[in-house]
């Protein structure tokens, strides 16, 4: 089955202990990005991937990192997390956009990160 | 900067009955797409229907159908008989041709049986 998957579902932790999200797509996807639902604001991107060693910044990455070091899996990185960083977290792919089928994005099942 | 705006956070419908929700959006690109999402209390984020800004004719799936307004920058999202299972947030989206996806606010539409 095409899918974008997201570990962990829910996390709670600590102001400044370093976690990790992890995004894997087994649609052979060459863009991936991360956003971060909150109410009234919609999703809002992060950070973002145009393929392997490639990404850069979205609207709101301040406190993150990224690295996509395979073309499958996209982690999220909070080096020192802040309750600010309390957020719904979504990971997607898609393909190159401006190809047939690139207009698309696939949305992981989401992140429920809470930082105490 | 794209901007988005769904400017009912909340909607209510009665069961079998049409409801629109409104998206207005600002950009200077003539060649873009737009999005309505869908997310029930699932969170997943289900893609309901799309449009794409150089098309003339509106999109339709099934009983949900958009009105693109390109000059006015709007585009508005009817459900038909709405069924309880539309209750969730509708999220209005922008993409521009770097991908990049401007979302709304969110609009939740409550359906009453």
């Known amino acids: 089955e095409a899918q974008v998957t997201q570990n962990p579902r829910y996390l709670i932790t600590v102001t400044g202990k370093k976690l990790t999200v992890t995004c894997s797509q087994n649609?052979?996807?060459?863009?991936m990005s991360w956003y971060r639902q909150d109410p009234g604001l919609g999703l809002r991107q992060i950070y973002y991937s145009m393929n392997v060693e490639v990404t850069d910044k979205g609207d709101v990455p301040e406190g993150y990192k990224v690295s996509r070091k395979e073309k499958r899996n996209f982690p999220l990185i909070l080096e020192s997390p802040s309750p600010n960083q309390t957020s719904l977290y979504f990971c997607?792919?898609?393909?190159?956009?401006?190809?047939?089928?690139?207009?698309?994005?696939?949305f992981g099942p989401g992140t429920r990160l809470t930082v105490l | 900067a794209q901007t988005v705006t769904q400017s009912q956070p909340e909607m209510s419908v009665q069961e079998a009955e049409t409801v629109t929700l409104s998206c207005t959006y600002d950009t200077s690109e003539s060649d873009y797409y737009l999005f309505w999402y869908k997310q029930p209390p699932s969170r997943q984020m289900i893609l309901v229907i799309r449009?794409?800004?150089?098309?003339?004719q509106n999109a339709t799936e099934n009983r949900f159908s958009v009105n693109f307004q390109k000059a006015a920058k709007s585009f508005s999202l009817k459900i038909s008989d709405s069924q309880l299972g539309d209750a969730a947030m509708y999220f209005c989206a922008y993409k521009d041709a770097g991908n990049m996806l401007t979302f709304g606010g969110g609009t939740r539409l409550m359906v009453k049986p």
């Open positions: 449009q794409e800004a150089y098309k003339q």
């Open positions: 649609m052979n996807h060459e863009y």
């Open positions: 997607a792919s898609s393909l190159i956009p401006g190809l047939a089928g690139g207009m698309e994005q696939f």
